[in-house]
């Protein structure tokens, strides 16, 4: 009897762990699928499918890799020029699927092969999560803020209708570093330039929304209490002495009674009845020539020797995503490289140098209502303008730092096979219904995936995935989709961009940038013995 019990429990723990190899194995399935797609034999779209199948090929690349890293040098010149390239909401994610996008899993984007590479981490002093105001007072301006105010420190709270005014408050950015030290400076970007990324570069505002004098009022405060961000480009400390501004934004301006918009024929935003591009034209010394410019052949027809100052806005609101451009026929709209080009040939003439500030806004305008093929579409052509300047000027004495401000909610997950559309189908879900690459956390797209009444998926199968402004699917229903918190990364390229490595607080690269250029206030490179 005792041996036969003995038996008995060797035999049942036999089988238990035999039971829970099984269930291992079949977590482990659950957890990796084979999809159904690839239960029958595919050929690969990779356009290095031969090559890759290889040992020697992955060693050889692995190998090129490593030569190529050993052979970095770091650069210690003094950078007489930088340019900063932002893109706005430009998450990790963003960058992988625009690579898919534009070329290939294996296809990086121009920017990605810069020599250094950090991290840089995004929140605001009250919040986890940043908005594009805080982050802006940190990247450019050196110091971290509250969610919502620009060019002040975290003593002033959101929409405090008196504290912005206290000058005690007030951070100052690069670009007024560099005009201080003899150099020129600029703005470009495809938002307003009232926006608050541009905003970074010149206003102090414990609010991002005070575009104009009427939503100022709209919150409760006064113009004698608040200098509204469209009044503080033409009469402010900074932008006033800015060489060059480019983007969007025309009806902060104008006037919603008086004001008539050069293309539409509308008034704009602001209730005070003042033109404040006829007063920017009007506000240099007497003999600067100052040029205001509202569409492409304009803006191709200004020559920089003529032009002491450039004011281009090119939409009374953001610029035009790239994608309505080109499908929309509209030849007026400048691409962000031919604004860049413009830019840089103005700046380029003081012998000092420059410092310009690129903002590829629209990334960030796609995210938020889960329209993924605008965003990738936008990473690309912002990658074009980062290409087109890095070739433009010399690395020995160009520093060009390309960044994000912060991150989205947008996920690039399933199990596609490689060289499947970044637009489509990843796999299977437990309800039998396909799922996308690309989804949200939240946002407007669950109304269009979700059934309100059931509660469940829709097919996407039955949906026209393939307009520009197609919803990709979000889990949780907003009217806008929210940012996201996790770090962004910096890439770097010219003179002291060896120091853009590991991780970071956002609110360094300003002063790493400032110390390249010997500019600010903080160290130099020009102070080493």
Request: a negative charge.
């Amino acid at each position: 009897m005792r041996t036969f019990g003995l038996w008995s429990v060797l035999f049942l723990v036999g089988v238990v762990a035999v039971a829970a190899l099984d269930l291992d194995e079949d977590s482990d399935k659950r957890h990796h699928p084979r999809l159904l797609d690839e239960l029958s034999p595919k050929k690969s779209l990779s356009k290095n499918a031969e090559q890759e199948q290889t040992i020697k090929y992955w060693r050889d690349q692995a190998k090129a890799t490593v030569e190529q890293l050993v052979k970095k040098r770091e650069n210690t010149n003094r950078a007489k020029n930088v340019i900063m390239f932002l893109g706005d909401g430009m998450s990790i994610a963003t960058v992988a699927m625009a690579r898919v996008y534009a070329g290939g899993e294996e296809k990086p984007l121009f920017f990605e092969e810069f020599p250094y590479l950090g991290m840089a981490k995004t929140y605001c002093v009250d919040y986890q999560v940043p908005d594009s105001a805080c982050t802006a007072t940190a990247y450019l301006t050196g110091v971290k803020a509250n969610y919502e105010t620009i060019g002040v420190n975290a003593h002033v709270q959101v929409q405090d209708c008196h504290a912005a005014r206290n000058r005690s408050t007030h951070t100052t950015s690069i670009a007024q570093w560099a005009m201080d030290a003899g150099k020129d400076a600029g703005i470009v970007t495809t938002t307003r330039v009232t926006h608050a990324s541009p905003a970074g570069v010149y206003a102090h505002t414990s609010y991002r929304d005070w575009e104009n004098d009427f939503y100022v009022k709209e919150d409760g405060c006064t113009s004698e209490q608040v200098d509204d961000i469209a009044h503080q480009l033409v009469y402010g400390e900074t932008a006033p002495k800015l060489r060059v501004i480019l983007g969007g934004g025309r009806r902060e301006f104008l006037d919603r009674q008086t004001g008539v918009d050069p293309e539409t024929g509308n008034g704009g935003y602001r209730s005070d009845g003042r033109n404040l591009i006829d007063e920017w034209l009007k506000n240099g010394p007497v003999g600067e020539n100052r040029t205001f410019v509202w569409k492409r052949s304009e803006l191709m027809a200004v020559d920089p020797l003529r032009t002491d100052r450039l004011l281009g806005m090119f939409e009374p609101s953001h610029c035009a995503y790239n994608l309505d451009r080109v499908n929309k026929g509209l030849d007026e709209e400048p691409t962000l490289s031919e604004m860049v080009d413009k830019a840089t040939d103005m700046l380029s003439l003081n012998p000092n140098g420059f410092f310009l500030f690129v903002e590829g806004g629209r990334i960030d305008h796609a995210h938020h209502d889960n329209r993924a093929k605008l965003a990738l579409d936008e990473t690309v052509e912002f990658d074009k303008a980062i290409e087109f300047a890095r070739k433009k000027f010399s690395e020995e004495d160009t520093l060009i730092v390309v960044t994000s401000d912060h991150s989205h909610s947008v996920s690039y997950a399933g199990y596609p096979r490689r060289g499947n559309d970044i637009f489509g189908t990843a796999g299977t879900g437990r309800d039998g219904l396909p799922y996308m690459t690309i989804s949200y956390a939240n946002g407007p797209g669950h109304k269009k995936h979700v059934d309100k009444n059931t509660g469940t998926r829709m097919d996407v199968r039955e949906m026209d995935r393939s307009k520009d402004n197609f919803d990709f699917p979000a889990m949780v229903p907003k009217d806008s989709e929210t940012h996201g918190g996790e770090d962004v990364a910096v890439y770097a390229s010219g003179p002291w961009s060896h120091l853009f490595a590991g991780s970071f607080e956002q609110n360094v690269i300003p002063h790493m940038m400032g110390y390249a250029a010997c500019i600010g206030a903080g160290m130099h490179a020009c102070d080493r013995s």
